[in-house]
Antibody, heavy 122, light 107 residues
Framework: QVQLQESGPGLVKPSETLSLTCTVS??????????WSWIRQPPGKGLEWIGY???????NYNPSLKSRVTISVDTSKNQFSLKLSSVTAADTAVYYC??????????????WGQGTLVTVSS | DIQMTQSPSSLSASVGDRVTITCQAS??????LNWYQQKPGKAPKLLIY???NLETGVPSRFSGSGSGTDFTFTISSLQPEDIATYYC?????????FGQGTKLEIK
């Protein structure tokens, strides 16, 4: 059973870079069957997809965040990571990592990590 | 960007009630729509994919329908453990957006 766990600083200063890592257990990020995504949720608000990476390193980002986002994968550690630059208070959110499964034409997020709250504040 | 309009934003119903949530896409997304359940303090959980396919292990009281721009999510008989916020999510053209969510409460 695949499990995902986010880790990283819970507090980031404005204008700095937010960095998070997702560790995958019970499965491999090198599996060609899956993509690996980041999704965030500001406190009390809805969900926003940030982007995904394939094990080969191919990425796809939300156009609204594309200029500030980098997602990378480390197959040797079975991890993938998120960097979001020039953060502001608007980037305060619970950040989730998730596995994206492609089933014929369907693309779905399952499972998700438990989420980690990142607060942007000086 | 494809916008997803979900309604209602909140809903109060009694145990045993039939509950319906709708999601409208700003353009045709075929059947490229998922539904998730999120309980307080927890990560979302997949319930329905491809608009109408029930994820393995999800109770049969949950169902989804629709295609194109208009979609419906139904709980046939509301149970106390169904209290949560529900989100639709489209995945057309490799860009994903979620609806605003529907918070479901017990009356």
């Amino acid at each position: 059973q695949v499990q995902l766990q986010e880790s990283g600083p819970g507090l980031v200063k404005p204008s700095e870079t937010l960095s998070l890592t997702c560790t995958v257990s019970g499965g491999s990020v090198s599996s060609g069957s899956y993509y690996w995504s980041w999704i965030r949720q500001p406190p009390g608000k809805g969900l926003e997809w940030i982007g995904y990476i394939y094990y080969s390193g191919s990425t796809n980002y939300n156009p609204s965040l594309k200029s500030r986002v980098t997602i990378s994968v480390d197959t040797s550690k079975n991890q993938f990571s998120l960097k979001l630059s020039s953060v502001t208070a608007a980037d305060t959110a619970v950040y989730y990592c998730a596995r994206e499964i492609v089933v014929v034409t369907a693309r779905l997020f399952d499972p998700w990590g438990q989420g980690t709250l990142v607060t942007v504040s000086s | 960007d494809i916008q997803m309009t979900q309604s209602p934003s909140s809903l109060s119903a009694s145990v045993g009630d039939r509950v319906t949530i709708t999601c409208q896409a700003s353009q045709d997304i075929s059947n490229y729509l998922n539904w998730y359940q999120q309980k307080p303090g927890k990560a979302p959980k997949l319930l329905i994919y491809d608009a109408s396919n029930l994820e393995t292990g999800v109770p049969s009281r949950f169902s989804g329908s629709g295609s194109g721009t208009d979609f419906t999510f139904t709980i046939s008989s509301l149970q106390p453990e169904d209290i949560a916020t529900y989100y639709c999510q489209q995945y057309d053209n490799l860009s994903y957006t979620f609806g605003q969510g529907t918070k479901l409460e017990i009356k």
